[in-house]
């Protein structure tokens, strides 16, 4: 290894230099501070989700040799007891919030990357990583347990829901957006319409198609009237949302609403409605013959279930990459100006099929703004390519959004990894109130300017 990859390591280690994977190909500065912070909070999520595992604990006491003297000289319990369940997953994510909201309150206001606090937003990752492991561990020596329990818990679910509602806003904005842009695209092309329908389409029939396989699989003849009813309901929202999206009263304030946006999130109202139904705790019937029959659920896939092994993996696995996913989109510049309201003129659009990524004009301007290196490209040099309070800011609720998933929301006292995908009350209601939150926010785009009309309802 070369000196100056060396001398790299370390400016990427204890300096204000963007880290390259370690003198590998070249990677720009704002993609690899975000890969950084990313990295720090996939080790903490599988910390997490370690600590809620039974196999894990049950593996440790078997194979790890003096494990009880182990755990009473770190004061741990008999057993390491304060190290495992939901109490101490609490803790961690209580260290990494800390972590992610001190930043926060650290790079507000930041608009150059020149300013010492981008210095330290964009390097000194090793003490970073220090100073979240002493945040981590300190929150185990939080005196009297048991109230700070209880009030991080209520915490928690304010943080856990308002990441839920700020990613419903932005899906809203991504259905508006998509309409918006290839409907400018019209103008000049008519193919363009083509798109429109086939997109709307393909929508309406993955909603259709999707409400009557639950019908089928998740209802039976004489029972399960629960599933009958949330069916109907959220059909008739899907319904109701098609009607309004093109009523005249609305067309008349916003022009660019359609059938699309209202097919996308009747799309994805689907989805919620199934994954709240698959969360749902099992029903358990007697039969004509006296056994214990289940009811409600679709007979296959219930192998996945019976490996616990598989089903702690993967449920790590999926909750990483769905949150990651989250924060990362939701964290960029057009994400930020459209949570404030901030929208593109529509004379301005220029209709392409990757609409989500910036337009040729901003591709220009962000390629002046660029500075190379060695190893890492400067994206940032006359300006910041991401809000960085915003950005911890959304990690912050997605380290509260975490913890509340993996302790099972308000059933965390029976709470492990190896029921990721089993039945609970709690993780049911979340995504149904997420499902009718979802409706709401998009019926309010297109209500509310009829109340107060404002060029600050226009998308």
Request: hydrophobic share 45%.
């Amino acid at each position: 290894m070369s000196a100056r990859c060396c001398a790299g390591q370390l400016a990427c280690c204890c300096g204000n230099a963007g880290c390259s994977y370690c003198c590998g190909p070249k990677i720009r500065q704002s993609r690899s501070t975000r890969f950084m912070y990313a990295l720090y909070f996939i080790l903490v999520v599988i910390i997490c989700c370690i600590m809620m595992s039974d196999t894990v604990a049950n593996e440790m006491r078997e194979h790890i040799p003096y494990f009880e003297d182990i755990c009473k000289g770190i004061k741990a319990g008999d057993t390491c007891e304060k190290l495992v369940g939901y109490s101490a997953v609490y803790r961690v994510c209580f260290g990494m919030a800390c972590f992610f909201f001190l930043f926060c309150l650290l790079t507000l206001n930041i608009d150059n990357s020149k300013s010492c606090r981008a210095y330290i937003h964009n390097g000194f990752w090793f003490f970073k990583l220090l100073l979240l492991g002493a945040m981590c561990s300190g929150a185990f020596f939080i005196p009297d347990q048991e109230t700070f329990l209880n009030a991080w818990r209520y915490v928690g679910a304010v943080g856990g829901f308002l990441f839920i509602v700020i990613q419903l806003l932005l899906l809203v904005e991504f259905a508006h957006k998509w309409n918006k842009n290839w409907t400018a695209g019209t103008a000049t092309n008519k193919l363009w319409y083509a798109s429109l329908s086939l997109v709307t389409l393909i929508a309406y029939s993955i909603t259709t198609g999707g409400l009557i396989w639950m019908a089928v699989f998740y209802t039976q003849k004489d029972d399960c009237m629960e599933n009958k009813i949330l069916l109907g309901v959220n059909g008739g929202l899907c319904l109701l949302m098609s009607v309004v999206s093109i009523s005249p009263s609305v067309r008349d304030r916003q022009p660019h609403s359609g059938i699309l946006q209202s097919g996308l999130i009747s799309c994805y109202v689907t989805y919620l409605t199934f994954s709240a139904l698959s969360s749902k705790p099992a029903e358990v019937v007697l039969d004509e013959h006296g056994k214990n029959v289940t009811i409600c659920v679709p007979n296959f896939g219930q192998d996945l279930y019976r490996d616990k092994t598989l089903v702690a993996a993967l449920g790590t696995a999926i909750l990483c990459v769905c949150i990651l996913y989250s924060c990362l989109t939701s964290t960029t510049r057009s994400s930020s100006d459209a949570l404030q309201g901030r929208y593109t003129a529509p004379e301005l659009e220029v209709a392409r099929c990757c609409f989500c990524f910036g337009s040729e004009g901003e591709d220009a301007e962000e390629k002046r703004n660029m500075k190379e290196g060695p190893r890492v490209i400067y994206d940032e040099k006359k300006g910041t390519v991401y809000s960085y309070a915003y950005f911890h800011f959304m990690f912050f609720l997605a380290s509260l959004y975490v913890m509340m998933t993996v302790t099972n929301w308000f059933n965390y006292e029976s709470a492990n990894i190896e029921t990721f995908f089993s039945g609970s009350w709690s993780i049911f209601w979340v995504k149904m109130a997420s499902c009718w939150i979802c409706v709401l926010l998009y019926l309010g785009t297109l209500i509310a300017p009829l109340c107060r009309p404002s060029p600050q309802y226009s998308v």
